[in-house]
Antibody, heavy 121, light 107 residues
Framework: EVQLVESGGGLVQPGGSLRLSCAAS????????MHWVRQTTGKGLEWVSA???????FYSDSVNGRFTISRENAKNSVYLQMNSLRAGDTAVYYC???????????????WGQGTLVIVSS | DIQMTQSPSSLSASVGDRVTITCRAS??????LNWYHQKPGKAPKLLIY???TLQSGVPSRFSGSGSGTDFTLTISSLQPEDFAVYYC??????????FGQGTKVEI
């Protein structure tokens, strides 16, 4: 069974840092692009970041320069290092796989269960 | 950015009803359009990709159509387990990959 399990969420003060992890299983991890998508009550689903099979990385404008995505194929894991966190980063963060292999035209499947990040003093 | 606009934002329907949700892209995305649904407290789940291809394991009462800028998700006969929020997402080769604001299907 293809599965993604996130961890690392929690409560952090504005300006603080947090590192999210996503452990993958059930597929050949190194063959797929991986993404982080977040969900807030007010703004719905928002794509955050992606890392390709060659470790090429992409970010949304809202997190560029503050967040860093990385992967460790030997551990079947993808990470999201979040620095300079703001109240607006409060959200459930989902790890998801691009189930296609046709370049950067992602279809997100499956999704992890999500991890909640709350940025508040 | 490509803007994805869904309508309606919410709808009320009964079991057995035919339900249609539309999604409009702000520019031509050919058929690079995916549909998901999300139940309370759960992660989104892929229903349809490439505008009209049913994901494996998804019931055949779900169908998708459209190309260019206008797309439709249809549920031919609504079942109790279909009450959820539905999202469209463009997968065109243009970042960021954006989602519609969601359509809540309620009883």
């Amino acid at each position: 069974e293809v599965q993604l399990v996130e961890s690392g969420g929690g409560l952090v003060q504005p300006g603080g840092s947090l590192r999210l992890s996503c452990a993958a299983s059930g597929f050949t991890f190194g063959n797929y692009d991986m993404h982080w998508v977040r969900q807030t009550t007010g703004k719905g689903l928002e794509w955050v970041s992606a890392i390709g099979t060659r470790a090429d990385t992409f970010y949304s404008d809202s997190v560029n320069g503050r967040f860093t995505i990385s992967r460790e194929n030997a551990k079947n894991s993808v990470y999201l290092q979040m620095n300079s966190l703001r109240a607006g980063d409060t959200a459930v963060y989902y790890c998801t796989r691009d189930s296609t292999t046709n370049g950067w035209r992602p279809t997100f499947d499956p999704w992890g269960q999500g991890t909640l990040v709350i940025v508040s003093s | 950015d490509i803007q994805m606009t869904q309508s309606p934002s919410s709808l009320s329907a009964s079991v057995g009803d035919r339900v249609t949700i539309t999604c409009r892209a702000s520019q031509n995305i050919r058929t690079f359009l995916n549909w998901y649904h999300q139940k309370p407290g759960k992660a989104p789940k892929l229903l349809i990709y490439s505008a009209s291809t049913l994901q494996s394991g998804v019931p055949s009462r779900f169908s998708g159509s459209g190309s260019g800028t206008d797309f439709t998700l249809t549920i031919s006969s609504l079942q109790p387990e279909d009450f959820a929020v539905y999202y469209c997402q463009h997968s065109y080769n243009t970042r960021p990959w954006t989602f519609g604001q969601g359509t809540k299907v309620e009883i």
